[in-house]
């Protein structure tokens, strides 16, 4: 165990952070300003397309989710029905079809993002540049390294 760090000391909070999330249903809160009746994977598709900023083949889109395809697959009807992404031709490959998103479903992400970024923001509005920087850098790096680890298990 690190010398630097008390592990012990910090699952509570790691523990903390994971109820406020839950029961502040973040994501459920952020759902409502999509203003779309969406479940949460379909949810999950859009943004993960957003965050792409590109069209993205179906795997690719389960591999950035952690899922299988026909996960992804399933959902993908029904935005296509509510005509909130489309499939188009790769244009690396002629046979294959990527998947991207229209006005209407870059409009309903961008709401989404917008009212969750939005409330991070002003979580940490008083916190300085640095201090903010910091959070962005270790936050990720212990996601990665945590999915790394216990994925090697």
Do not use: K
Not at 109 to 131: C, H, K, N, P
């Amino acid at each position: 165990m690190s010398e630097g760090l008390d592990l012990a000391a910090l699952l509570p909070r790691l523990m903390q952070l994971g109820t406020v999330l839950n029961r502040s249903q973040l994501v459920e809160r952020g759902m409502e300003h999509v203003g779309l009746p969406l479940d949460r994977p379909g949810l999950t598709v859009l943004i993960t397309l957003r965050m792409a900023g590109q069209p993205l083949r179906v795997g690719e889109i389960a591999a950035r989710m952690q899922v299988v395809g026909p996960h992804v697959t399933r959902h993908l009807h029904d935005l296509e029905r509510a005509d909130l992404v489309r499939r188009v031709v790769d244009p690396d490959d002629q046979r294959a079809r990527l998947v991207e998103l229209t006005d209407a479903g870059a409009a309903a992400a961008g709401r989404y993002l917008e009212a969750v970024i939005g409330w991070f923001t002003g979580a940490i509005a008083d916190w300085s540049e640095e201090d903010q920087r910091t959070l962005g850098r270790l936050l990720s790096r212990f996601a990665d390294d945590l999915q790394a680890h216990l994925s090697r298990e």
